[in-house]
């Protein structure tokens, strides 16, 4: 007899009971065929030269068939999005609280999915799903992972209609498309977590996105008034000194001649170079120009590649110290109810607080 509830085991199928037995609605099966027509993404993408060997045609049709089914039946799982602001970060069992908090429990918990739409925390959203990306993608439990995915195509498709960052889109999709192909060609050496033919189609679904960012092409905006060229040079360049990443310098720079100029200012890329670096590493990375001069643009991408650089976000994660608690600090309310952002039990909450660094919300759950 099938499986009538959502247990983990049914194959998610609509069935109807009839005189001759338990037959499954003809109307999934239509809705089935459709999904499978839509992905058109061809197998030898993911497979290398050596494993297209190993499959005729028939066997990797059948393949092809078995991935939409399970991406169907994965698909027709309820999303759990959760719209906490706050979650206890416990580490041990204690009398009052059994278990501990894991990576994917905090990620599905915390309101990810509100972040992404505010933009002081778009970027800081972005890089933790990077991070997660690059090393913890195998610790994340199924619903976190389906949670993972279902954010990121929020992202994507932001990104495909306002046009913001896309950049930064780009990098993750190349970090996280590597991950999968490692991880898939890998099968049995590593914890997958989840069917390998549902990776299959995110890995098809994560290359669909990257053609579609690919040719996504930004529109000339028809305004009358006053645009960024009409503002005098020193406003210009002081816009340009409040850049904390070199190529978003270097893309200003390829809007107008004059924002060229300002960009190759040597003097913005050694405050640049200073502000992300420290001196010793100038020096183990030191290049001149035939004049005699420091490089310092060509010093700060040489630098970029041996360092890490300094991260700036509009607003982050917080932690409190004396509730073990992580939270999104509103600071609206804040200001105006004196709300610390999470039942804080502290007589000076504020100076308990530290801001959670994407890195450091990994290290938090590492035991």
């Not at 949670?147 to 950049?167: A, G, M, S, T």
Request: proline residues 3%; glycine residues 4%; aromatic residues 12%.
């Amino acid at each position: 007899m099938p499986f009538l509830g959502q247990d983990w085991r049914s194959p998610g199928w609509s069935w109807i009971k009839t005189e001759d037995g338990w037959k499954r609605c003809e109307s999934c099966s239509q809705e089935l065929g459709r999904e499978s027509n839509q992905c058109d993404i061809s197998h030898s993408i993911i497979l290398n030269s050596e494993d297209e060997g190993i499959f005729n045609d028939e066997e990797r049709e059948y393949a092809s068939k078995k991935r939409k089914k399970d991406h169907f039946r994965n698909n027709t799982n309820t999303q759990s999005f959760y719209r906490e602001k706050w979650i206890y970060v416990h580490k041990e069992s204690t009398k009052e609280r059994h278990g501990y908090c894991t990576l994917g429990e905090a990620f599905n918990r915390l309101d990810f999915s509100s972040a992404i739409q505010d933009i002081r925390r778009f970027n800081y959203v972005v890089k933790l799903l990077q991070l997660i990306a690059k090393s913890q993608l195998t610790s994340l439990s199924g619903v976190a992972q389906k949670n993972y995915f279902n954010i990121l195509d929020k992202i994507v498709q932001k990104v495909l209609d306002d046009h913001h960052n896309p950049r930064l889109i780009k990098d993750l999709l190349q970090d996280l498309s590597s991950t999968l192909c490692i991880l898939i060609r890998g099968v049995g050496k590593s914890v997958l977590v989840g069917n390998i033919n549902i990776w299959i189609c995110r890995l098809e679904t994560i290359l669909t996105w990257q053609q579609q960012l690919q040719n996504l092409q930004m529109t000339k905006q028809v305004d009358s008034g006053l645009t960024l060229s009409d503002l005098p040079l020193h406003m210009l360049n002081n816009i340009l000194y409040r850049f904390s990443d070199g190529w978003d310098i270097v893309t200003l720079g390829q809007v107008t001649p004059t924002l060229y100029m300002l960009s190759e200012d040597r003097q913005l890329w050694k405050r640049l170079c200073q502000y992300h670096f420290a001196e010793k590493q100038f020096c183990r990375h030191l290049i001149l120009s035939e004049k005699g001069h420091v490089e310092w643009k060509l010093m700060y991408f040489a630098l970029q590649k041996y360092y890490p650089t300094k991260e700036q976000y509009g607003d982050t994660l917080h932690f409190c110290r004396h509730c073990s608690i992580l939270f999104w600090k509103d600071y609206h309310l804040a200001l105006l109810f004196k709300d610390s952002g999470h039942p804080c039990t502290a007589a000076d909450p504020n100076s308990c607080f530290t801001p959670v660094s994407p890195q450091h919300f990994i290290d938090l759950f590492k035991f």
